[in-house]
């Protein structure tokens, strides 16, 4: 049930998708891979629209270079608090009705299972396939969908994979050079992750059609948007 509060403050999205689909939010569990470029806007919506348990992964410690584009961290953590410690407080003070959970440390064959037990839907905020895979094959294993996105540049992409009806990540990225440091401006992490935001909302409340079977991809240095199908 909600509460008088969170029907006032979700009242906006209750008319898209009624009460039910509120319900539903508050209900799951989603896992948030990576807390950086895409992973802060992901976290930061996804607390918006109520998700009820939002589990962040990462190993790393803010890096000054990372402020351009990450948004949950600040100057003040820098060289300190981990990543999902870092957006933890500030997630919890934007919306206490959230229970926002923290893994530090990196995604194993190994942990996988403890790390991800009981998420409804993993969000892949990362900058590496190596981990991708990784996540591409557990949520095969256990059923549930993988939202996957990618940015470089003014590029991004977006997929949603839904074991079972869909292709795998790696039937679709089967060939991928491993890479360095690669270019991004903040803004195309902020529009690639609310888009991640939006199909993970779609996945959990049964609203729209997500991107099955289907890759979006980006060009904002020409305000391309097309999709491909997969």
């Known amino acids: ?25 508050k209900k799951a569990k989603v896992a948030v891979v990576g807390v950086g470029g895409l992973g802060s806007p992901v976290a930061y919506y996804l607390t918006a629209a109520g998700v009820g348990r939002i589990l962040l992964i ?47 440390g990196k995604l194993t064959e190994e942990n996988i299972e403890d790390v991800l037990h009981g998420v409804d839907v993993i969000v892949d905020c990362l900058d590496n396939f190596e981990t991708r895979y990784l996540l591409d094959d557990y949520a095969h294993k256990v059923g549930i969908p993988l939202v996957h996105g990618a940015v470089e540049g003014l590029y991004g992409q977006v997929t949603t994979i839904i074991p079972g009806k869909t292709k795998r990540l790696r039937e679709i990225f089967p060939r991928i050079k491993k890479k360095g440091k690669f270019p991004i401006l903040g803004a195309t992490a902020g529009v690639i992750g609310s888009i991640q935001v939006t199909e993970v909302v779609k996945l959990i409340t049964g609203y729209g059609e997500p991107l099955a079977n289907k890759l979006l991809i980006v060009d904002l240095a020409n305000n391309v948007f097309e999709i491909i199908e997969i």
């Open 58 to 104: 990462d190993e790393q410690v803010p890096e000054l270079s990372n402020l351009n584009r990450q948004i949950l961290h600040w100057e003040e953590d820098l060289g300190r608090n981990p990543k999902p410690l870092s957006a933890k407080w500030k997630l919890e003070k934007f919306n206490s009705d959230v229970k926002i959970e923290t893994f530090v």
């Open 1 to 25: 049930m909600l509460s008088e509060s969170e029907l006032e403050r979700y009242d906006r999205q209750i008319m898209i998708f009624g009460v039910e689909g509120q319900e539903k939010l």
